[in-house]
């Protein structure tokens, strides 16, 4: 009886093992360790249940406590703390999320502003590093622009600020800017948080493809991403492109050419001598400049003019005698 039992089991493993295909000459040994296996299931079917209960124990015990973490940083129930765990896409650890949520809660900022930061981005917020919201933190608190921007950019919270920010910072970096580059032009200029991401990288799109410059000069031209692009760089990159069509460029155009030169500027040097490219500029600048000077229509000087009167010889005779009775 026992031998049989042996056989059985002896048969039942080899049908669990890799059989060789019908191309290969000779099949490789079995490993030691998949027959131990093998057998610990077919003596406990259940030891495989029991491996898989601490793992999911782990898992259920690690959700509980980002619930609990999200509860006491922003007030969120059990329900939405589910909903927004659900919600995102890329895969989370749960020993960095838990951390960068212990982050949170000893920043002093408020329930609310992490909630309203939670519900605006919740895969842009919690997808940073820990240690990363309490240096962009500190980098908008000393960022040195005009007070009308800081307040724009901190007017829905400073950590929903920091989210935006770091958004710009990938975004550059995933277009060849280091991190610490990408951190220095939006210090040079702010008003990259003030546009959206899609405006950005529209602008980074056309000095990278169109313009053709490469995007490290904007560590030294920051005011690229803070001008208007239809209205400013557009008007300057056609009528330069056309000059280059007819051959009227002595000089290669620079950055500066398109960034720092002030409108009249670059319409001295590059439009007003050649009027073709006025319309490609954006209009008749030359009539407008003239429109300009002509603040009154004409002969409106003549009504401030007093009136002139005909000096009679009576006239003159009796101021002359007015003026000799007062000696």
Not at 60 to 69: F, I, P, Q, S, Y
Not at 107 to 115: V, Y
Not at 117 to 131: F, I, Q, T, V
Not at 172 to 192: K, N, S
């Amino acid at each position: 009886m026992a031998l049989a039992l042996r056989l059985l089991r002896h048969r039942h493993l080899l049908r669990l093992l890799p059989r060789a295909t019908m191309l290969s000459t000779s099949a490789p040994p079995p490993d030691r360790r998949d027959l131990l296996r093998i057998e610990r299931i077919l003596h406990n079917p259940g030891a495989a249940a029991q491996t898989a209960q601490p793992q999911e124990h782990q898992r259920a015990t690690a959700a509980a406590r980002l619930r609990n973490l999200l509860h006491r940083t922003g007030g969120l129930t059990d329900a939405e703390s589910t909903s927004l765990l659900c919600r995102l896409r890329a895969p989370i650890s749960h020993h960095r999320l838990g951390r960068l949520l212990e982050e949170l809660a000893g920043l002093r900022l408020t329930g609310a502003e992490i909630k309203a930061a939670l519900a605006s981005d919740p895969e842009g917020l919690l997808s940073m590093d820990p240690g990363e919201p309490s240096r962009l933190l500190e980098f908008l608190r000393d960022i040195r622009c005009r007070k009308a921007v800081k307040e724009q950019v901190l007017a829905h919270g400073a950590l929903r600020a920091t989210v935006a920010a770091r958004r710009r910072v990938e975004l550059l970096h995933a277009r060849g800017l280091t991190r610490p580059d990408a951190l220095r032009v939006l210090a040079a200029e702010p008003r990259v948080m003030l546009y959206s991401i899609e405006d950005v990288e529209r602008k980074v799109e056309f000095l990278v493809s169109t313009m053709g410059f490469e995007v490290r000069w904007l560590v030294q031209y920051p005011e690229f991403l803070g001008v208007n692009l239809d209205n400013w760089i557009i008007p300057r990159h056609n009528v330069v492109e056309h000059l280059k069509s007819v051959g009227g460029l002595g000089d290669p155009v620079e950055m500066k050419h398109y960034v720092r030169f002030s409108r009249r500027r670059f319409y001295n040097m590059f439009v007003k001598p050649y009027p073709e490219c006025e319309r490609i500029f954006g209009g008749l600048v030359r009539e407008k400049e003239e429109m300009v000077r002509r603040r009154h229509p004409t002969g409106f000087w003549k009504l401030f003019t007093p009136a002139k009167h005909e000096k009679t010889q009576e006239e003159v005779m009796n101021m002359k005698l007015l003026v000799g009775s007062l000696r």
